[in-house]
């Protein structure tokens, strides 16, 4: 988790958000692979075939977004990254969710991650602790509701199907991103959005059925 999350950081700081979480959302690969090799989960060609039409959905939004000239090669390695060791992580996460719970497996993990990165915080001179007033509410939504009860349901998922198909939510992130976006900060919607959110939805239906 530590690895995943500060590679996806950097990748973020090195190109575009959007971007960023286009990348990211190639993760479903990695996982049906991981969960292939490690839980001996089938890999049928209609799961494949899915994860293929919802990684070119996906894709698609990219495409749309066009090319400035100004994205960075080392962030988009770094995306990849977070991508594949996340993939890893849910792998794995499920093992342990299955063993121990979801709740207990998410609070052991960013527990024993926080530990991890003290030294890394205390090298880099960087405080361990600190509260600014003026980033609290986002920092109050972003550890209840995206740490907290984002990867409590995730996983709590997870424990209730197949590995593969539980992390194909993550194909939604980025055509939602970009409807809240048009709806909270006025960006265009567009043709490319609208379709390659069918496309998704579609790949979604197709892994279920």
């Not at 996906?58 to 080392?74: E, K, N, P, W």
């Not at 060791?85 to 996460?93: E, R």
């Not at 990165?117 to 109050?140: A, E, G, S």
């Not at 900060?185 to 939805?201: A, C, D, H, M, Q």
């Amino acid at each position: 988790m530590v690895v995943s999350m500060n590679f996806l950081q950097y990748g973020i700081n090195l190109t575009r958000a959007n971007l960023a979480a286009t990348i990211f959302s190639s993760n479903p690969l990695f996982v049906a692979l991981a969960a292939a090799v490690l839980l001996n989960e089938p890999l049928n060609m209609r799961k494949v075939l899915s994860l293929g039409i919802g990684f070119a959905g996906v894709a698609l939004i990219f495409q749309g977004g066009g090319h400035d000239g100004t994205i960075s090669y080392q962030g988009l390695i770094f995306l990849v990254l977070a991508a594949l060791t996340f993939g890893i992580y849910t792998v794995l996460g499920k093992k342990i969710t299955i063993r121990v719970g979801s709740l207990t497996m998410n609070s052991l993990s960013f527990i024993f991650g926080s530990i991890i990165l003290i030294p890394f915080l205390l090298f880099q001179r960087q405080p361990v602790f600190f509260i600014n007033i003026n980033i609290l509410p986002q920092m109050l939504y972003l550890s209840i509701f995206v740490t907290g009860l984002a990867y409590y349901t995730y996983f709590k998922g997870l424990a209730l199907t197949d590995t593969g198909l539980g992390s194909m939510v993550f194909f939604v992130k980025p055509p939602l991103a970009c409807f809240l976006a048009a709806i909270a900060l006025g960006e265009e919607l567009t043709l490319t959005l609208v379709l390659s959110t069918i496309i998704v939805l579609a790949s979604i239906y197709m892994s279920q059925h």
